[in-house]
Structure formats: structure tokens, C-alpha cells
């Protein structure tokens, strides 16, 4: 805990110009429309990936960030949508706390 407030702090002066990548799925509730179609048996639930920042791309279980634009993908038993793009994509600015324009569904009522 106490690395990631250090992060949130420094984080200001990092140019944040070029993120998200993918602007239009900035909105949680837009993300979690994508999962219309996800994979029932998949071990992860949309609701956890689309808070977690990522959306599906429509093919088996791969997922993208809309901040980092990172991809995932062969979710397994114990995964979770914040751990797995934590270990994959640890630089993420959705990742790290920084504000990179994310609509969650509280902000958007
Ligand atoms: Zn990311």
C-alpha cells in the first residue's frame, strides 16, 4: 500500500498525453456491455474485468485495457481481472491510480 500512494503522488508529473488508447471504452458501463457475449465458464466475471478497466474483444476469453491497451487472455481458476493486469501491466496508469479519464458507474449517475 504504501508503494502505490508513493506512485499516486509522483504520478503527477508523468506525461499522460497519449493515454487512454482507447478513449471510447473509458466508460465502465461500456466495457461491461462487451461482455454480453463472454464465455459463461470463464472464471473471471465481466462485472470484475470491466471495473478492472478492460473490455472483451469478442474472441475466445481475450481481454484489452482500455488505458494501456495491454491484452489478456487464458483466464484460470484463481485469477483475478485486477491481479492478472497488475502482474501483466504494472506500468498502466488505470493500473497505477492515475486519473486517466475512466467513467466508472457511480460517476456517470
Ligand atoms: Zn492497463
Redesign the pocket.
Known amino acids: 500500500a504504501e508503494d502505490m500512494e508513493y506512485r499516486l503522488r509522483t504520478g503527477e508529473v508523468v506525461d499522460q498525453s497519449t493515454y487512454p488508447m482507447v478513449p471510447h471504452m473509458r466508460r465502465e458501463a461500456a466495457r461491461l456491455q462487451t461482455f454480453s457475449s463472454w464465455p459463461p465458464t470463464a472464471p473471471v466475471r465481466g462485472q470484475d474485468l470491466a471495473q478492472a478497466?478492460l473490455y472483451y474483444l469478442g474472441v475466445q476469453d481475450q481481454v484489452q485495457?482500455f488505458?494501456?491497451?495491454?491484452r489478456l487472455g487464458g483466464w484460470e481458476t484463481g485469477d483475478t481481472a485486477w491481479g492478472e493486469?497488475t502482474k501483466h501491466?504494472p506500468h498502466?496508469?488505470?493500473?497505477l491510480g492515475h486519473d486517466v479519464g475512466n467513467i466508472t458507474f457511480q460517476a456517470s449517475t
Not at 488505458?67 to 495491454?70: I, L, Q, T, V
Not at 498502466?92 to 493500473?95: E, G, N, Q, R, W
Open positions: 478497466g485495457c488505458c494501456c491497451g495491454g493486469h501491466f498502466c496508469f488505470f493500473i
